[in-house]
């Protein structure tokens, strides 16, 4: 399990480095006559490509170590109380998923960052 979640934090940054890359090389080159004004580094989509992609990536790698050590530590704790399990089992589940919706609300930001004009 923890290994597939490596592989698609993995794919999720592909993909959005090469949409960040393909994005930025896709702007036409100005002419002579225009001038070329200078650009702030938040305004670069090729830079606001990579820090979104390696956000999310941190994110969701984050995310996965935080629910293994649950995971972890929940069975570690089933196993030395077996009469506690339920409660134990339980608790788990509530706090796997308020992880996983703090991983999926800073990878929204992440890609709001990359899709907002700021």
Not at 26 to 37: F, I, L, M, R, S
Not at 89 to 112: K, S
């Amino acid at each position: 399990m923890h290994g597939i979640r490596v592989k698609i934090a993995i794919a999720f940054m592909v993909a959005l480095l090469s949409l960040s890359a393909a994005q930025a090389w896709g702007a036409d080159a100005p002419t002579q006559q225009e001038q070329v004004q200078p650009r702030s580094l938040f305004g670069d989509a090729g830079l606001k490509g990579l820090a979104a992609g390696i956000g999310a990536g941190l994110v969701v790698i984050g995310g996965a170590a935080g629910i293994a050590r649950i995971g972890a530590g929940a069975v570690e704790s089933m196993a030395r109380q077996p009469e506690a399990a339920g409660s134990i089992n339980t608790a788990m589940i509530i706090t796997a998923a308020m992880i996983e919706g703090a991983t999926l609300f800073a990878v929204v930001v992440c890609l709001l960052v990359l899709i907002l004009k700021f």
